[in-house]
């Protein structure tokens, strides 16, 4: 199938740290990526991964590839008010195209 | 700033009607990317073109169409307008970044059916 499945809502403390999970299906993706998502705004990349990396670290991002899971999580550390957004995976299908399967997105919400 | 623009920001119009939305990717991508942003269905990927021919199609309806330009900008047409297509509509452009394409989103348009 074609499902990327995302938890729907993670509720935080600020400055605690924030993991967002996902799972997909197809073990030929690439490469997966996480985007945010802010009130009434595109999708922003955050950050990539290859599918033969366990980890990338980018500052206060740190993505955790478990491949024979098919499990991706999403650290996000000292998690600020900013942060509250929803944050979607989505994996790249190279078929005849990049095209991205998308989960249903994570809403994360950040306590003062 | 993706560096990808679309226009118009927010459209409202009414069932049976016909609408384009345009968007210009990044200077230098020659992929644009289609996807559709609703409530029920989540993010769903439309459709590809790749330097002025399409590339893959997703899940589409027959009443949508695409096109992508010399000048590389794109227009999604949406025609017969029906509730339900009242969605966000996202472009993105890609370009190859170490072996791999990343896409990068415009701002959306905001279509309202009423």
């Known amino acids: 199938g074609e499902d990327v499945e995302q938890s729907l809502f993670l509720s935080v403390r600020e400055g605690d740290s924030s993991v967002i999970n996902c799972t997909y299906t197809d073990s030929s993706s690439t490469y997966l990526y996480w985007y945010k998502q802010e009130p009434g705004a595109g999708l922003q990349l955050l950050t990539y991964i290859f599918s033969n990396m366990d980890m990338k670290q980018d500052q206060r991002l740190t993505v955790l590839l478990n491949k024979k899971d098919k499990h991706l999580s999403l650290r996000i550390a000292d998690t600020q008010t900013g942060d509250s957004a929803i944050y979607f995976c989505?994996?790249?299908?190279?078929?005849?195209?990049?095209?991205?399967?998308f989960g249903s997105g994570t809403r994360l919400l950040v306590r003062p | 700033d993706s560096g990808v623009t679309q226009t118009p920001k927010h459209l409202i119009t009414a069932t049976g009607q016909r609408v384009t939305l345009r968007c210009s990717p990044r200077?230098?991508?020659?992929?644009v990317y289609w996807y559709q942003q609703s409530l029920d269905q989540g993010l769903q990927f439309l459709i590809q073109?790749?330097?002025?021919?399409?590339?893959a199609k997703g899940n589409i309806l027959e009443r949508f169409s695409a096109q992508q330009f010399p000048d590389l900008h794109s227009e999604l047409n949406l025609s017969s307008l029906e509730l339900g297509d009242s969605a966000l509509y996202f472009c993105?452009?890609?370009?190859?970044?170490?072996?791999?394409?990343?896409?990068?989103f415009g701002p959306g348009t905001r279509l309202l059916v009423l």
């Open positions: 200077s230098g991508d020659l992929s």
């Open positions: 073109y790749y330097n002025g021919e399409e590339r």
């Open positions: 993105a452009s890609s370009a190859r970044e170490g072996g791999q394409e990343t896409q990068y």
């Open positions: 989505a994996e790249s299908r190279m078929d005849s195209s990049y095209k991205l399967i």
